[in-house]
């Protein structure tokens, strides 16, 4: 007869604890984002060229703004780029996607003479 109260008074207490180790696990993981992630927003994003630009040059480490570097700089850092895939292993860009993305990185470049 005493066992019966004493499991019923249990089980709130043991859903209690789930749910609160469920929500600061939550609040753990929203907290790590906030703390390494800045999100990336490129100009013109939604373009077909700033998605390629993403996709081939994020696998590494974040892709950088194109104002990071100016329109005379990036020819010579996307062939940069290009050794480091073939070292890799990775499929360099083909002829058309390094024209693509070197015109989108060059429309968005810093102004010449700043960097
Ligand atoms: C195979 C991996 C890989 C890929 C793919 C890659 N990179 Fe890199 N990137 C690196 C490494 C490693 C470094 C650091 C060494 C260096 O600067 O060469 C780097 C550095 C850079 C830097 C220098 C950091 C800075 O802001 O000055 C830029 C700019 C850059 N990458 C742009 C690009 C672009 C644009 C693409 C797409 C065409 C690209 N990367 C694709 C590996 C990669």
Redesign the pocket.
């Known amino acids: 007869m005493k066992t019966r109260p004493h499991t019923l008074s249990l089980k709130p207490q043991t859903t209690k604890l789930q749910t609160n180790s469920c929500f600061g696990l939550v609040a753990l993981l929203l907290s790590a984002c906030d703390i390494s992630y800045e999100p990336l927003v490129y100009p013109d994003a939604d373009s077909a060229s700033a998605q390629l630009y993403q996709a081939?040059?994020a696998?590494?480490?974040n892709?950088?703004q194109p104002h990071?570097?100016t329109a005379q700089a990036w020819p010579a850092?996307?062939h940069?780029?290009q050794m480091?895939?073939i070292t890799?292993g990775?499929t360099p860009?083909n002829k058309s996607e390094l024209n693509a993305?070197l015109d989108y990185?060059q429309r968005y470049a810093a102004p010449a003479g700043s960097k």
């Open positions: 081939k040059c696998k590494c480490h892709a950088p990071a570097h850092i996307l940069r780029m480091r895939m890799k990775a860009l993305v990185l």
